[in-house]
């Protein structure tokens, strides 16, 4: 579901939104490609710091949204390329994921995984 291309582009620095929903209200948070690491095939673990907003609606409608891109990689046409994914999330506060983004990336409070469900190139 992750293709070659997707994993290319969060191995060069650039911003991904996250947009999360609930009570007729979208929310965008955003936080690095380099930030996201990969596993199991179709997850994405994301650093947690802040992110209330985004908990806040999850814990109501776990559905989210994220763009990425960089325009190191070349896409269908040109240098550039970029990437919409859709998903179901949740926070991760203990277990094994949540300990290795913890050593990974210590200034963590919760860790937000994405089971992706859906992963489109866009440019």
């Not at 109501?60 to 859709?86: A, D, H, R, W």
């Amino acid at each position: 579901m992750l293709t070659e291309k997707f994993l290319e582009v969060i191995n060069h620095e650039g911003v991904v939104s996250i947009v999360s929903w609930a009570n007729n209200d979208a929310h965008v948070c955003n936080t690095w490609n380099s930030y996201l690491v990969v596993v199991e095939g179709n997850k994405i673990l994301i650093p947690a710091a802040a992110m209330i907003k985004t908990e806040e609606n999850i814990n109501i409608n776990p559905k989210v949204k994220l763009t990425m891109g960089s325009k190191e990689v070349m896409g269908y046409n040109y240098m550039g390329t970029g990437f919409l994914l859709e998903g179901a999330a949740k926070y991760l506060k203990s277990g094994e994921h949540f300990d290795m983004m913890k050593e990974k990336y210590p200034f963590l409070t919760r860790v937000l995984e994405i089971t992706v469900d859906s992963c489109k190139q866009t440019l």
